[in-house]
């Protein structure tokens, strides 16, 4: 269930019908019927499952651009109009109260709830565009220490350098499997775009026919061979369950061991770096055009 704060943190209210100022609003179809809630009272409870609380305000404040950014994208993307969209369409996971109270603890839920409302209030409106068009906001927890450059639909989106990154807590990862449990994982990734079908990898095959064919700025996995396979780097990001594909797949004791550095798809914002940036004094403003190039801040 979606809920709203209000001013100052006080206890979160339903509201059946949107205010007569909301400009625009969504619609809570999950498990309630008829219920609107205006954008900028649905954005907190957004940023308390995107971004820690615990944050400074100005991190806290360029994630709440991103949030505003995307769901004004997705607003314009549907055929209901620009104005309104239904909850369940844009994917985003949504916290019950109940939740924040058992993440945060009781006692600390009033004033970190507050600083989110305080982050969207501040941003109140602004969304982030490129030649005229909202741009896909993308962010990420910790990078490998650089971002990833955009493809040609993302052209704002260029490699930049993330250095206290590799400090942040879980920042490498390490696994590893035996052959025989490595070729099972990668077998169970399904077939690319345009991946013909081909013969399931055996355990003999590891760890000699691993070889990583291309690597992005930064040290992301582009595409690698397995067996035969060529995968891309996310595909067996996933497949393995690491937490980027920044990743090194070594043979160890007849298995493989992999480390990967960092935690999420790389792209855009580091939320990492945002809040160590936000700590030495940078803006929220500054934040977002560091991250996102050549775009402009809109208040709508």
Known sequence: MAWAGTEGAQEPQWQEQPK???????FLDRGQEGVWLDLEEYLPGVLAVEIPAQYEPEALKAQAVIARTYIRKQMKETKE???????SALDMDYPQLDQLRQKWGTEEFPALYEKLEIAVKDTKGMVMTYEGDYIDPMFCRTSAGMTRRGDENHPYLEPVECPGDPQAPGFTQILAWDAREFAQLVNQIPPGAGEAETAA???????????????EEGGYV??????GRLLSGEAVQYGLGLNSCAFELEGQGGGVRARALGSGHGYGLSQTEANRKAKEGWTA?????YFYKNIELVAE
């Open 20 to 26: 007569e100022d909301s400009k625009y609003r969504i």
């Open 81 to 87: 109009g620009t104005l309104e969209i239904q909850e």
């Open 201 to 215: 990898i055996l355990p003999e095959q590891i760890p000699e026919s691993i070889q990583i064919v291309e690597r």
């Open 222 to 227: 582009r595409q690698i061979s397995i067996g």
């Open 285 to 289: 403003e500054e934040i977002l055009k």
